[in-house]
């Protein structure tokens, strides 16, 4: 496969050779780098980790949600049948620690648009600078085609009559653009958020928390001047009611301390981005959160069970305060990933009548602290951000189609 002169020139990315079964494209300080695998097995895994190896990306997107990526966690050995290649990189992120990024929606979602006849058809984009060509990939890896075997079986078996071929074409067409096409646009969307969210840590804007919950071993009582930490999705306003459903010891252990203080303020944080990885006796956590939250007091809670197990939950309200605090490293502890703003209520750093986040866009452009003197490779220009998405390769040139769109895009 040939190499585009853009990215044999390109300082941030050189692989040690090209392959068939993955595509690349660089501008600026940015590269991608798409690898397609066969969800079955053969020789994915092993290609993922070469391509880890040379490219030593500064994070990886998976073609997953995080229930999915829970599931094949938990049980590790179906990855010697289903996403081995998936396994295979998340062990690798974390031996060269760096952020794993869920690039899928679930499940659900693509069967909802499925069936709503309001959803849109799209066309295939064009195609990307580098293109991966099938027929290579399959004379390779034979045992890459099976996953498509059974689409092939079903040929002989097409309708002669032309309306009824007409209709069950236009109905594979659907599923092919609501199944592949919108998914493309889905997982490009990731790729190019989770390169967004490098910039921003190299930038300093966003910070990553990393620790360990162990469900056996209890948690530290909790001491008076705490101030708990709820992290979130997406910021909350002043003024600005947000409902919580918490079923987790940890955060209920919160709850309790916040209904038994009346007065008590907790913090809200907005998480970039967060993976929850299970391990032997609970679960190793791995967030990138801003570095200012909002100060909340509580409004309600609401005590009920789980609709399956029965165990306990508490439906909570909490109301978004004027003040703003700092939290980083330094001023944030995760006791067995119990989230607590350390020190008295003297030491905190409040903010007043800022509208934090609350026109974020997530583009860092104009927003970095002054110093990048740590952030560059040379000394003379940003440090070059790297992201791998590891996608079956039905999606892969989709994904750098649309993620050459999007970067082009930014540049504008």
């Not at 049948?81 to 974390?94: D, I, P």
């Not at 952020?99 to 693509?110: A, M």
């Not at 066309?123 to 004379?139: A, C, D, G, M």
């Not at 679960?283 to 399956?308: F, G, N, P």
């Amino acid at each position: 496969m040939l190499v585009p002169p853009l990215l044999v020139a390109s300082p941030l990315l050189t692989l040690v050779s090209p392959a068939p079964f993955l595509t690349q494209f660089a501008l600026r300080d940015t590269s991608h780098v798409v690898v397609g695998t066969a969800h079955t097995p053969c020789n994915s895994a092993a290609e993922v980790l070469r391509v880890m190896e040379d490219v030593k990306p500064s994070a990886i997107v998976l073609e997953l949600d995080p229930e999915r990526f829970e599931l094949l966690m938990l049980d590790t050995s179906s990855g010697s049948y289903y996403g081995a290649e998936f396994l295979a990189a998340v062990q690798c992120a974390e031996e060269m620690s760096i952020p794993v990024f869920f690039g899928d929606q679930k499940p659900q979602d693509t069967l909802r648009s499925l069936l709503s006849p309001a959803t849109p058809l799209l066309f295939p984009p064009p195609v990307p600078s580098v293109t991966i060509k099938l027929l290579p990939v399959f004379l390779s890896d034979p045992r890459k085609f099976l996953p498509l075997l059974p689409s092939a079986l079903l040929l002989p078996f097409l309708p002669p009559d032309p309306l009824p071929l007409l209709a069950l074409l236009l109905f594979l067409y659907r599923t092919y653009s609501i199944g592949i096409l919108n998914r493309d646009v889905v997982l490009a969307d990731a790729a190019c958020y989770a390169a967004s969210t490098v910039r921003r840590l190299n930038h300093k804007n966003v910070w990553r928390a990393r620790f360990s919950i162990n469900s056996v071993r209890p948690s530290p009582p909790l001491p008076s001047d705490s101030l708990p930490l709820f992290t979130t999705k997406r910021p909350i306003k002043f003024n600005e009611e947000r409902r919580l459903s918490l079923f987790e010891p940890r955060w209920l252990r919160l709850v309790d301390f916040l209904s038994a203080n009346p007065g008590a303020r907790c913090a809200l944080v907005n998480a970039a981005n967060k993976v929850y990885t299970p391990k032997n006796d609970g679960r190793e956590a791995d967030l990138i959160l801003e570095r200012k939250a909002r100060l909340c007091v509580l409004v309600s809670v609401h005590e009920t069970t789980r609709l399956v197990s029965g165990d306990r939950k508490a439906v909570i309200v909490l109301k978004g305060e004027e003040e703003l605090i700092d939290v980083d490293e330094n001023t944030v502890s995760f006791d067995n990933g119990l989230p607590l703003i350390v020190g008295g209520q003297d030491e905190y750093k409040y903010y007043e009548h800022d509208n934090y986040n609350d026109n974020d866009d997530g583009n860092d452009d104009g927003n970095d602290d002054g110093n990048d003197d740590d952030n560059d490779d040379d000394g003379e220009g940003e440090k070059s951000v790297r992201i791998l998405s590891v996608v079956g390769l039905v999606h892969a040139n989709g994904v750098m189609a649309n993620i050459e769109k999007i970067e082009r895009r930014r540049t504008i």
